[in-house]
């Protein structure tokens, strides 16, 4: 069974920072558009985030601005620098191929807390 390892998460207060990891299996990472998701309690499983395998990004409209995307293909491994996290940005946060279609195996995630 494949295991992506996002860490990374926590408590943070509004207006704070947090970056979060994602180790990814080779099969998964290589040459494959990667994406961070998050599921906040009570909604579906959003893409937040995605990368190409040349590092293009694109953001949702909601974090862009915030959030920054980043890969380091050596280490299979993406990252998401959260800046100026929200409240609405409270989730449990994955990382997996984009699009998700079909069935996928998803790794545990990170919850991320914005609260004061």
């Known amino acids: 069974q494949v295991q992506l390892m996002e860490s990374g998460g926590g408590l943070v207060q509004p207006g704070g920072s947090l970056r979060l990891s994602c180790v990814v299996p080779g099969t998964i990472f290589s040459g494959n558009t990667m994406a961070w998701y998050r599921q906040a309690p009570g909604n579906q499983r959003d893409v937040v985030a995605f990368i190409t395998s040349s590092s293009d990004a694109i953001y949702t409209d909601s974090v862009r601005g915030r959030f920054t995307v980043a890969r380091d293909n050596a280490k299979n491994t993406i990252y998401l620098q959260m800046n100026s996290v929200m409240p609405e940005d409270t989730a449990i946060y994955y990382c997996?191929?984009?699009?998700?279609?079909?069935?996928?195996?998803w790794g545990q995630g990170t919850q991320v807390t914005v609260s004061s």
């Open positions: 997996n191929k984009f699009p998700a279609v079909g069935h996928m195996d």
